[in-house]
């Protein structure tokens, strides 16, 4: 716990002489992985640059925050690793943007409906269970999914106590 302040403390007096990648952003943390957390603005400038895996973007972008690897020589493996801690760092904020590309697959995502099949996903999720989820899904975003196994769960227990 002290190592963290420290971490971070210190974090605040080294964007001090650094004022272009001050740590004030969407998530309000300084640092992920030992790496500072910069506004997703001024990442996308540095984004096609050998600095990009030096930093992380305080929002989330599909387009925007993903690094190509082959337009920049960088390690593929460095690209990977920094790929899978960013989407850490996104799970582990609940970033909506993050949170609303989980659901894209979700046979409740209005977004989800092919022309060729339209309603099939409205009939699917009827027959899910005893009282059918809401479709089309009006918050489209899995961290507030209120279909989630452990809502389910914890639903449930609340109606067994009453």
């Known amino acids: 716990m002290n ?17 272009i990648f001050a740590s004030s952003n969407k998530i309000g943390l300084s640092h992920w992985k030992g790496k500072p957390i910069i506004p997703v603005e001024k990442w996308i400038g540095i984004r096609d640059t050998h600095l990009a895996l030096e930093y992380f ?19 593929r493996e460095d690209v990977k690793q920094w790929d899978s801690d ?3 760092l996104m799970e582990y904020t609940k970033n ?5 590309l989980k659901c894209f697959h979700c046979l409740l995502n209005p977004a989800g409906d092919d022309p060729i099949f339209i309603g099939i996903n409205r009939l699917v999720s009827k027959r899910l269970g005893s009282s059918p989820p809401e479709y089309p899904c009006r918050i489209v975003n899995r961290f ?3 279909y989630e ?3 389910v769960k914890e639903n449930n227990s609340v109606r067994a106590k009453n």
């Open 3 to 19: 190592l963290a302040r420290s971490i971070d403390n210190l974090a605040k007096r080294l964007d001090k002489f650094d004022p």
């Open 57 to 75: 973007p305080d929002d989330f972008d599909q387009v925007l925050t993903y690094i190509h690897e082959d337009e920049v020589e960088l390690e």
């Open 86 to 88: 960013y989407l850490e």
């Open 96 to 100: 909506p943007n993050y949170g609303k």
């Open 144 to 146: 507030q999914c209120p």
């Open 149 to 151: 196994k452990t809502n």
